[in-house]
């Protein structure tokens, strides 16, 4: 059993999804995680999938949905790895202000710094207002409020806002 | 009902006196299912509330929510029986307001609710899982209390509503995992309490 990550890029149209997991369905290839959006409109897929295929057979198979030159297909192999539990706590970081170079690698420098690990970022550049959004895994020993500091003296220098809010599931 | 003070949030007095010790047998401890279980996607069926057996199960529900940690509801669905009867306890929580100690609903629906708010929700049934889900935080429901079988409405807001919500749903073969506000509303569960 093989992990493939395979990745779909370039110009949407209704179908592409269709299309590729039908080929990966008969390559016996069982679809894992997936995330799908579109990024300044264009289609941005990256899913994970198991199976016995190897990555040029997937590959090759794939190669119909690039046929026609507006989608980019990659196929890689991944070591078998799951992902570790935390005993840390989840955040979101919101940044929103005028777009200007360096927002993004200013603002998670500061969350890379103390340890944080970013699982989901979403970016949207509308108009002139930049938007940032973040889900940061912070260790137990970090010091929230002097990471807020630090995070606010940042964005006053980009002249943009941030906030940090913690997002704790509730059990039901 | 019981009398409410405008703006403000009534307790049922009916409903918050009530104590699992009421049903007048001792819960038994029940296995909970997990998601992909078929039980937990099936409509439950309406029940009797004066039908000792399902006064049994109410017991059983309340014991079985007591020795799991962090554990404010459960629904008979997460014990494997396709019926509308559940528990709910939020009286230790932090984001509990107003609330009505331990009680069991069997039969209940939603007949208002408004002001919705979105949160972060995990479920015994799905333990690896987290989601967004919206939900009101003012709402108002009927149901019957198991053993007399009498008919109850209360008010619940904040974090008891939420919790009845939840509840309501799994009676009606609903996960959270139905209500995801939007298709990166569901998390990978980082910690485990």
């Known amino acids: ?172 | 009902m019981s009398s409410s003070t405008p703006g403000g949030d009534a307790v049922n007095p009916v409903v918050a006196r009530w104590t699992e010790t009421d049903l007048g047998v001792s819960g038994n401890l029940l296995e909970v299912v997990t998601a992909p279980a078929p039980v937990l996607s099936s409509v439950g069926a309406a029940v009797d509330p004066t039908d000792p057996e399902i006064v049994q199960l109410a017991a059983d529900l309340v014991a079985t929510m007591r020795v799991s940690p962090g554990c404010v509801g459960l629904a008979a669905p997460q014990v494997g029986e396709s019926v509308k009867v559940f528990c709910v306890d939020v009286s230790e929580h932090p984001k509990t307001r107003g609330h009505h100690g331990t009680f069991v609903l069997c039969n209940a629906e939603v007949v208002e609710s408004s002001r919705n708010e979105r949160a972060r929700e995990g479920c015994m049934s799905v333990p690896d899982l987290t989601g967004d889900v919206k939900r009101a935080t003012r709402l108002v429901v009927r149901g019957q209390l198991p053993g007399t079988g009498e008919t109850v409405t209360l008010q619940a807001n904040a974090f008891e509503a939420r919790a009845l919500q939840h509840e309501i749903d799994h009676c009606e073969g609903l996960l959270f995992l139905d209500r995801a506000a939007g298709a990166h509303a569901i998390h990978a569960r980082k910690t485990y309490l």
């Open chain 1, 1 to 172: 059993m093989t992990l493939h990550a395979i990745t779909v890029l370039g110009q949407d149209r209704p179908g592409i999804i269709a299309e590729a997991t039908a080929i990966l369905g008969g390559l016996g290839l069982n679809l894992e995680d997936s995330s799908m959006t579109l990024l300044r409109g264009h289609f941005a897929m990256t899913l994970i999938s198991a199976g016995d295929a190897d990555a040029a057979e997937v590959e090759a198979a794939l190669a119909p949905l690039s046929a026609s030159g507006d989608l980019t297909v990659s196929v890689g192999d991944l070591p078998e790895e799951r992902a570790v539990a935390t005993d840390g706590s989840s955040w979101v970081l919101s940044v929103h202000g005028g777009d200007r170079p360096g927002i993004v690698s200013s603002v998670v420098s500061r969350v890379a710094e103390v340890g944080g690990n970013i699982t989901d970022l979403t970016t949207r550049l509308s108009g002139d207002l930049y938007v940032l959004v973040a889900e940061v895994d912070l260790p137990r020993d970090v010091d929230v409020e002097g990471l807020r500091t630090t995070l606010s003296g940042t964005a006053a220098e980009l002249g943009v806002g941030v906030s940090l809010h913690e997002v704790e599931a509730d059990d039901l």
